[in-house]
C-alpha cells in the first residue's frame, strides 16, 4: 500500500471516526493471547488502530509497542493509550527476535497478496523464538474491495494456512467465525495463531 491509496486515504480521512466507533474489544482473543505469553512480555501491535487493544494489554502488565500506517490514527491512539505510537507500514517492518508477541488484529488483511508472503516473514522474523503471532482476515477467496474502497485480501482458511506453513510457522490455528465491520456487512473472520 502506498500512502496515497484509497486504504490508506480512507484511514487518514476518517480516523477520528473510525477511533472513537462503538467497537466491541475482542477480549476472549485477547485474553486467550495475553494467556499464552510470558508475564509482562513484549508485544508488538501491528495496526494498532484507534488503541483500544494496545490501551488494554498495557493495563494487564505487557509491554506493548503499538504501530499504525495511517499517522491520523496513531494520533487518535496516542490520545487513548497516553504513549507514542509508532507510524509503521508492514513492508518496512526490519526487527529481528524483538518481540514475545505480535497482535495483529484486522490489519494484515490489507496486505496485498502479492506482498502477504514477505509481511508474514518480517513478522516471523520479529519475534522472538516461540512468540505467538495472533491475526484476523476477512476470509474469501479472491482479493477486492469493500464500498469504502478499502482493499481486502479476503484469504480462504486452507490458503492462508499453506502460506503460513510454508512460512516456517508452527502451531498453526485457524478458526471462523461471522461477525460484521466497519461497514456493517456481515463477515467470515478467520482467526489465525501460530508459533515462531
Known amino acids: 500500500m502506498t ?6 486515504s480512507f484511514y487518514n480521512d476518517n480516523a477520528a471516526v473510525y477511533a472513537t466507533r462503538e467497537r466491541n474489544l475482542p477480549r476472549n482473543r485477547l485474553d486467550a493471547f495475553l494467556a499464552a505469553l510470558p508475564a509482562g512480555a513484549s508485544i508488538l501491535e501491528l495496526g494498532c ?3 483500544q487493544d494496545s490501551a488494554y494489554m498495557i493495563s494487564r502488565g505487557f509491554d506493548v509497542t503499538p504501530t499504525d500506517g495511517s499517522t491520523e490514527l496513531a494520533k487518535q491512539a496516542e490520545a487513548l493509550i497516553g504513549k507514542p505510537v ?3 507500514r508492514f513492508e518496512t517492518l526490519d526487527i529481528e527476535d524483538a518481540h514475545d508477541g505480535i497482535w495483529a488484529e484486522a490489519s494484515l488483511l490489507h496486505v496485498p497478496r502479492a506482498a502477504l508472503p514477505d509481511i508474514l516473514d518480517r513478522t516471523h522474523r520479529a519475534l522472538k523464538d516461540n ?5 484476523t482476515f476477512k476470509a474469501g477467496e479472491a482479493e477486492g474491495h469493500d464500498t469504502f474502497g478499502r482493499y ?3 484469504p480462504s482458511a486452507a490458503w492462508l494456512t499453506a502460506l503460513l506453513g510454508n512460512g516456517g510457522w508452527r502451531d498453526i490455528e485457524m478458526t471462523e467465525a461471522d461477525g460484521g465491520g466497519f461497514d456493517g456487512k456481515p463477515t467470515k473472520w478467520l ?3 501460530a508459533r515462531k
Do not use: C, E, M, R
Open 86 to 88: 509508532q507510524i509503521l
Open 131 to 135: 512468540g505467538i503471532f495472533h491475526a
Open 3 to 8: 500512502n496515497d491509496d484509497p486504504t490508506s
Open 49 to 51: 488502530g484507534g488503541g
Open 152 to 154: 481486502y485480501n479476503y
Open 191 to 193: 482467526y489465525v495463531k
